[in-house]
């Protein structure tokens, strides 16, 4: 591949130099600008001309960026210094995990999970069964959710990384992100891209429901982001949730279904309330399971499908689900007396499932007390529907605690007023009592002091709910 092959498969417009900058070429690998060296390529959403310079003093291959700042491109003409400027920065990205795979990974076995919730836990858990299995496996999941977005090299460097030190890979799983977007703009179609460049042997799609309002503003458009996703997994099998109306209307060439009730489909598995069944056979019975909530034994199901799907020793998939280890965050036990369960529940269909599943862990004539972290700097539309469905989830046993978490969240997760008041407004309005407070800190220490030893503490939020367990742990 020369540069101008580069330039033309990310759609983009060269300036500088015509030819890879550095004396070797260019050695395969995309990464960052701090981590990169002599002969790696380097994709960024935005430079100025301080990242040219300091890309002209690694000596890197070439940069890739949409948005060229500050002189940065009048700095590389005048260095000659070869510079890729891309409309679309996600193709650049597409392109580099592609390529990363055909050269560092070209023999693994590969495997995307898409969806709008159980993402990663689906992930986690396929990683794990392949791992325990003893597969040399790589995943893009992690518990803080920092490599699983795919607007930046980051995969490609994390496989590049992993197979230059410690061998050629088995399996790799990745997480793709159902819808995403960069600066609040839509990038269309980003599931379908992504799942095609990895060019996975099975994919899986977990369900599709409203999250990240702004970039989409309807089902339809959500519908819309993963519709293309079969197709990008062509040949390979597509495991879908038979229960999701919307998940059953995609065109999968060659399906695998999961449903929570009994199915007849051969090409299924299922659980009927007390064990998981395949063709027939108990293959997992409840107290089998790491946890038995709804949403849980779902992603369980798509994990196992997964893997069945993969060819892998049943043996080997019932013994790494019996030892799996949740994710942080993940309906995670963080006290016993009173119990405390932590959850990334950060979406409608999030809050009201993990509400759903934990009332009924309640002992009769107890409180659950549900503390809330608001959505900060998402906008008042996914604010307006996590209430609601926060509303929609009340009885009589939950007391409403929520948290701005002004003390633990950066400018870009700071609550805004209008966010909060869309909160306060509709709680209000169908007369449901909360109790609010500014900092997590305080919200977390004055509901631990409240609750009795028998009730139940839910923590639900996404980022402004991140760094409750570090602060339980000083406070009880």
Not at 248 to 269: G, R
Request: hydrophobic share 40%; net charge negative; aromatic share 8%.
């Amino acid at each position: 591949m020369d540069i101008n092959d580069l330039a033309n498969a990310v759609n983009g417009k060269l300036i500088g130099n015509d030819e890879f900058f550095s004396i070797d070429g260019f050695t395969g690998k995309f990464t960052f600008l701090n981590d990169a060296h002599t002969g790696d390529i380097v994709i960024r959403h935005w430079v100025n001309d301080v990242g040219v310079e300091i890309a002209f003093d690694k000596n890197i291959a070439c940069l890739i960026t949409q948005t060229p700042k500050d002189g940065a491109i009048e700095l590389a003409e005048k260095l000659n210094f070869p510079l890729i400027i891309t409309d679309k920065i996600e193709l650049a990205n597409a392109f580099a995990l592609s390529h990363t795979i055909r050269k560092f990974s070209q023999n693994s076995t590969n495997v995307v999970i898409t969806g709008t919730n159980g993402k990663s836990t689906t992930s986690h858990l396929i990683y794990h069964i392949l791992k325990n299995a003893g597969y040399h496996v790589l995943t893009n999941t992690d518990s803080e959710s920092e490599f699983n977005t795919l607007i930046d090299p980051m995969v490609s460097k994390l496989i590049s990384d992993e197979v230059l030190s410690n061998g050629e890979l088995d399996y790799l799983v990745i997480e793709v992100s159902e819808v995403q977007g960069w600066l609040g703009k839509l990038m269309e179609n980003h599931a379908a891209l992504m799942s095609k460049a990895v060019g996975p042997k099975v994919g899986v799609i977990t369900n599709i429901a409203m999250d990240h309002i702004g970039l989409v503003n309807s089902i339809d458009d959500v519908f819309d982001e993963i519709k293309a996703v079969p197709e990008a997994i062509g040949d390979g099998i597509c495991v879908l949730n038979y229960d999701d109306e919307l998940v059953m209307k995609l065109d999968a060439k060659n399906p695998f279904f999961t449903s929570m009730h009994k199915i007849d489909e051969d090409n299924s598995v299922y659980y009927d309330g007390e064990s998981i069944v395949y063709r027939g056979d108990i293959i997992l019975r409840n107290s089998e399971l790491p946890f038995n909530s709804y949403h849980f034994v779902q992603n369980i199901l798509s994990a196992v499908g997964a893997c069945i799907s993969l060819g892998i020793n049943m043996l080997d998939i019932i013994d790494g689900v019996k030892s799996y280890k949740a994710l942080n965050r993940r309906f995670a036990k963080l006290n016993d007396e009173p119990l405390i369960l932590d959850d990334f529940a950060h979406n409608p269909d999030g809050i009201k499932a993990t509400i759903s599943e934990t009332i009924k862990m309640l002992p009769e004539n107890q409180t659950l007390y549900v503390v809330c972290s608001i959505r900060g700097s998402r906008g008042v539309e996914i604010n307006k529907l996590n209430v609601e469905a926060l509303v929609e989830s009340m009885d009589d046993r939950i007391k409403l605690v929520l948290s701005s978490s002004n003390d633990v969240v950066n400018d870009l997760n700071f609550v805004e007023d209008e966010e909060r008041e869309v909160f306060f407004n509709t709680l209000d309005e169908n007369n449901v009592k909360f109790i609010h407070y500014d900092t997590l800190k305080e919200c977390l220490a004055e509901t631990y002091k409240k609750a009795g030893e028998k009730d139940i503490i839910l923590l639900i939020g996404a980022q402004g709910m991140d760094p409750a367990e570090s602060l339980l742990k000083d406070i009880i």
